[in-house]
């Protein structure tokens, strides 16, 4: 059953738990990951791609390769990250792919199916979103990125070597169908206290809208609550519906890319400069500016840093204590860099304001999901004026409501709350003009105010504006399956003793009769017992010595074993299908091989299913364990013909064919997880000793 409008717009009080999901299963495993959550990686590497002049149907295929090999759902990112906190497992790498208007308008696809937002449509070279946003001319950004972009490729991971041999293999790849006319290396820059920071030395990412539980327990731990500013937020402020998915429940979210260049030296310089005319040290001369202390210390509620801390449970309603007709603000100017962009119920404090509770409604309609990361120079002894900065990305469902807004209304503007506070001193355009006013003695009533221009240190250098289409859009673009090549392929090993892969138990896996299992083989040994995919106490399938076998349990075992055999250990395809009338017939290499009557119909129990092993006497004892390689696993819910199975086993699946209940491609090649690319993401847990054998 597909979500509603209601379960988009209001966010579960203790937020979305995508390690029990419920109704929120099919979203999370057809949307992209970093959207919800920070993807977390160190590292990461931004490659913006211009396809090539009529390479249409083979970029297309090119993309929906990538997308099943690479892309991370937010339901993989969610799991992954669990096993690195547990066991300390590394993920694979982190894979994002979103497509421009300019790349919609390459693969010809009608504007009904297009993303609808208008600032998205029209592209941020537009002369007309470039003046209302303030930005430089387009002459002026960086060379690659005046140029036409269709694809942004994002790739991260915590360990920089693997990143840089995956972005080098990729690059590789990708010659034959677009040309990279910019890339971006950004890494995470830490403080000291290990606090994620900017160039400046501010702490970075602390007031984020917040979706999912583990985020939003966290922070009612370390804020003491949400009581006054509630970071919660409902998935409608950064998903909207992808008109090309597959699913139901298939959406993607909108991105705005910025590169912004830092000026650490030049910001310093007139930090002190400020500090000397204000009369203030230096230090709460830097959070008048930005709205915090650099260790993250919000100035409303300190005169002074606190230490290390994640703060974000505060708003402004004491300061000024009265918010007339014009409101002295004497802690936190209003110009400041984090008030600017997060008022947290100002606009709803002031006279002209009709109703509090709706002003804060639609304020908070306004706020992003940042997922920014530093670039350029990372020694912290060092005050670069060029290049270094901030790679500047953020999601949400609507971008002329959102950061178009926040932009060119909040940072950009001189009357903000009050008439004539100043431009953002950290990223309002263009530079100020003579409004900015600074409290002399914090917290003081009737302090006095000081006249100083705080002078943009940050220029933008180029951007653009994106799309996050669902999984199910990127990996069916192409129209069709494309060729699989198992023997150049990454494959999960299996060592035959400890290794097998354990797949939570769903419904879809209660099967009778009528149904078909699947899987490429390449067997080590060709003795003893041996299981490729069982549901125990319900159904296996494997080897007995060189035979095919299959099991089915109703009250006894009903073991099958075939009269056909193996005689090596190359790559085979194998495939058995359990009739209505329970009758079992055995595939090799696309080819029926026999048919055997009298088995019967498998019981329906609450079991995981495995790969990989089998158990012993219906207990929880693994046995049976699989010696040597298997890949690109499939269970159906229906019958499948001799033909069906023939023209599919050289043939990778989109996940989205009709009776398709479980697809396990086992290509990831790093980390724990392998993942189910059908709607109902049923991932699997690798155990023991089974590794990833990368061609």
């Known amino acids: 059953m597909a979500l509603s409008d209601a379960d988009l717009q209001q966010l579960p009080a203790d937020g979305i738990d995508p390690l029990n999901p419920g109704k929120y299963k099919t979203l999370l495993g057809d949307l992209q990951g970093n959207i919800l959550k920070g993807h977390g990686r160190n590292h990461a590497v931004h490659l913006f791609i211009q396809f090539k002049a009529d390479k249409q149907a083979e970029a297309k295929q090119w993309i929906q390769k990538f997308a099943e090999q ?116 950004g890494f995470i820059l830490r403080n000291t206290q290990k606090q994620v920071i900017e160039h400046f030395g501010f702490a970075d990412g602390i007031s984020q809208p917040l979706f999912l539980k583990r985020d939003i327990d966290q922070s009612r731990t370390s804020s003491g609550g949400f009581d006054k500013w509630d970071s919660r937020a409902p998935l409608s402020l950064v998903l909207t519906k992808d008109p090309n998915g597959k699913t139901d429940d298939s959406y993607g979210s909108y991105l705005v890319y910025r590169k912004l260049e830092q000026d650490v030296k030049a910001f310093h310089e007139d930090q002190q400069e400020l500090a000397k005319t204000v009369g203030v040290g230096e230090n709460l001369a830097g959070a008048l500016i930005v709205g915090r202390f650099q260790d993250g210390t919000p100035v409303v509620n300190s005169d002074t840093p606190s230490g290390a801390t994640s703060t974000n449970n505060f708003n402004y309603d004491q300061d000024p204590e009265n918010f007339g007709l014009t409101p002295k603000p004497t802690k936190c100017p209003f110009h400041a860099h984090i008030r600017k962009t997060n008022p947290r119920g100002d606009t709803g404090r002031v006279e002209s304001a009709p109703n509090f509770e709706e002003a804060l409604r639609v304020e908070r309609g306004h706020r992003i999901a940042r997922r920014g990361i530093s670039y350029g120079e990372n020694d912290l002894t060092k005050k670069p004026q060029v290049g270094s900065g901030l790679l500047f990305l953020c999601f949400q469902a609507d971008i002329e409501n959102q950061f178009n807004f926040m932009q060119n209304s909040w940072s950009n503007t001189n009357n903000f709350v009050a008439v004539d506070v100043g431009l953002d001193p950290v990223i309002g355009q263009p530079p100020p003009g003579g409004n900015q006013k600074w409290p002399q003695t914090w917290g003081a009533p009737n302090t006095a105010e000081v006249n100083y221009d705080f002078t943009l240190w940050v220029k933008m250098k180029g951007g653009e504006y994106f799309f996050a289409p669902s999984l199910s859009y990127l990996r069916s673009i192409s129209g069709g399956s494309l060729p699989l090549d198992i023997s150049n392929s990454t494959t999960l090993s299996f060592d035959g003793q400890t290794g097998y892969v354990n797949i939570d138990y769903d419904s879809v896996f209660d099967l009778s009769n009528s149904f078909t299992i699947e899987a490429w083989v390449k067997p080590a040994q060709l003795s003893g017992i041996q299981r490729i995919f069982a549901k125990p106490d319900a159904y296996g399938f494997g080897l007995y010595g060189n035979r095919i076998r299959f099991t089915t349990y109703n009250r006894k075992d009903y073991d099958t074993t075939t009269v056909i055999q193996l005689e090596d250990g190359n790559w085979h395809h194998l495939a058995v299908v359990l009739d209505g009338n329970n009758d079992a017939s055995f595939y090799v290499d696309g080819e029926l091989k026999q048919r055997i009557s009298g088995t019967a119909p498998a019981d329906n129990n609450q079991s995981p299913c495995k790969i990989g092993v089998g158990q012993r006497n219906h207990t929880c004892d693994p046995i049976e364990y699989w010696k040597g390689n298997l890949s690109d696993i499939r269970l159906w819910n229906c019958i499948r013909s001799e033909a069906e199975i023939e023209a599919n086993m050289n043939q990778r699946l989109t996940g989205e064919e009709a009776g398709l209940v479980g697809y396990w491609p086992l290509e990831e090649g790093k980390g724990n997880i392998v993942q189910d690319l059908t709607k109902n993401a049923n991932y699997g847990l690798i155990h023991g000793n089974a590794t990833w054998d990368d061609k």
């Not at 300390?88 to 937002?117: E, H, I, T, W």
């Not at 005046?146 to 990143?163: G, K, R, S, Y």
């Open 70 to 185: 690479y892309v991370t759902s937010a339901l993989l990112q969610a799991n992954e990250s669990l096993q690195y906190r547990e066991k300390y497992v590394s993920g694979s790498v982190f894979s994002n792919f979103l497509l421009s208007v300019k790349g919609y308008q390459y693969f010809d696809v009608q504007a009904f199916k297009m993303p609808r937002d208008q600032s998205f449509r029209n592209g941020m070279k537009n002369g007309a979103v470039n003046t209302f946003l303030g930005d430089p001319p387009v002459e002026d950004w960086d060379l690659g990125l005046q140029e036409e972009i269709h694809a942004l490729i994002i790739v991260a991971d915590d360990d920089v070597i693997d990143l840089l041999q995956e972005v080098n293999r990729l690059c590789q790849d990708l010659r034959q169908v677009a040309d990279i006319v910019q890339r971006e290396d």
